[in-house]
């Protein structure tokens, strides 16, 4: 597949090397222009080019948003996202630390109000970025992987990211909706941050959804 990626910090560089790993074409972006992704575009290969934001949105099949969640200047466009499967790897951390009061709404609800059109997808957000560059293991069954969760209210769409999941070696867990799935999902969470194989994290959204 061709993945766009906003943003090239701990979550998306290494999401980066994992999805050239696996044989897809990667397109990382930043904030601060595609002359300082020179290096990690060489290290990674062919397969792998540095943009603009912008270009990376258009380039990308799936688009990955790896960016600060308290930083909406810092995505795409809505028009170059439209009908595109969208991941939103972003938690809501407040400048300075804590979590930025939302309500009854979650952060990738209020990432989709951002993006009307867009496939939202909520994966990659729980994990640390030093667990998803180490932890994958494609030699084993899905119960035995580090699991990574997956919401979002569009099932094709979260069965394309559930795909990538298994392709860089974890095992995807659907946690459900957008709004319950992502409440499911936020810091501070029993899910969050948390060294899950995909039977015991399975177990865990199956007693809280019972």
């Not at 990667?26 to 290096?39: C, E, F, Y």
């Not at 989709?112 to 494609?138: C, D, E, M, S």
């Not at 974890?170 to 969470?189: E, K, S, V, Y």
Request: proline share 6%.
């Amino acid at each position: 597949m061709r993945i766009g990626i906003v943003g090239a910090g701990m979550i998306g560089g290494t999401l980066a090397r994992l999805f050239v790993g696996a044989g897809h074409e990667v397109t990382v972006s930043n904030s601060r222009g595609p002359a300082t992704l020179r290096q990690m575009v060489e290290e990674l290969g062919p397969r792998a080019h540095a943009a603009t934001v912008d270009q990376a949105a258009r380039f990308g099949e799936v688009v990955v948003l790896a960016v600060p969640w308290r930083t909406p200047q810092a995505l795409p466009p809505a028009e170059l996202l439209q009908g595109k499967v969208v991941v939103d790897a972003m938690n809501p951390y407040a400048e300075g630390g804590g979590m930025v009061e939302l309500g009854e709404s979650t952060s990738s609800e209020e990432t989709r109000k951002r993006l009307p059109g867009a496939r939202l997808v909520k994966a990659f957000n729980t994990i640390w970025y030093q667990h998803l560059g180490t932890r994958g293991r494609t030699d084993l069954p899905l119960d035995e992987r580090h699991a990574v969760f997956v919401a979002g209210d569009d099932d094709e769409a979260k069965a394309t990211v559930s795909r990538l999941i298994q392709e860089i070696g974890f095992a995807p867990i659907d946690t459900g909706g957008l709004r319950d799935g992502g409440r499911r999902q936020q810091p501070g969470t029993p899910l969050y941050n948390r060294i899950l194989t995909g039977a015991e994290a399975r177990a865990l959204v199956n007693a809280a959804e019972g």
